[in-house]
């Protein structure tokens, strides 16, 4: 996990708890818009003839080479760069606090129900690492579906897995 560090002022969320909840996006949608270059990348390969679908994709192949060389290691980068963001992207979207999801549920609330959710997050501090822990856990039942989701997405004609 990056824990990326930018300035912010906490107190700024608590003034502006739905600007903080559309803030809270910009990570996940950079994920997401890694996945869709690196989807478009795959499918301009596949038109150069560069890559070609595998007979079975998983995290670290999600295309291949159709030959030796420089393909190879673009295919293996192209293939990480739209697993990992996949991942990224929609952990980052669970609703526990400190990920991002927890800070979108604002939207879904009044300004004071936004502060009140923000107020808690302060409160309970110390839980965020058995809330990540807690998230990994269940993450680990949801990627496999959302990673062949994905996949599907990728490759409409194709079917991977059960």
């Known amino acids: 996990m990056g824990w ?3 300035p912010y ?8 708890p739905r600007r903080a909840a559309w803030m809270s996006l910009a990570g996940p ?22 890559f070609q679908a595998p007979e079975s994709a998983n995290f670290q192949r999600v ?3 159709s030959s030796p060389g420089f393909a190879e290691g673009a295919a293996k980068f192209v293939s990480l760069l739209f697993s990992l963001n996949v991942l990224l992207g929609a952990f980052n979207l669970l609703p526990i606090p400190p990920l991002d999801g927890y800070s979108a549920l604002g939207l879904f609330l009044t300004d004071g129900g ?3 959710l923000e107020a808690l997050r302060h409160s309970v501090r110390s839980f ?11 993450f680990g039942k949801l990627y496999g579906p959302l990673f062949k989701f994905a ?8 079917h991977y897995g059960g």
């Open 128 to 138: 965020s690492f058995i809330g990540l822990l807690l998230c990994w856990q269940l």
């Open 29 to 50: 949608a950079a994920n997401f818009t890694l996945v869709l270059i690196a989807g478009i990348a795959v499918h301009a390969g596949i038109a150069l003839g560069a």
């Open 114 to 116: 936004a502060r009140r």
């Open 63 to 65: 295309v291949e080479a």
């Open 9 to 16: 002022d906490p107190m700024w969320q608590l003034k502006h």
């Open 151 to 158: 996949l599907q997405a990728l490759y409409p004609t194709l």
């Open 4 to 6: 990326a560090s930018a």
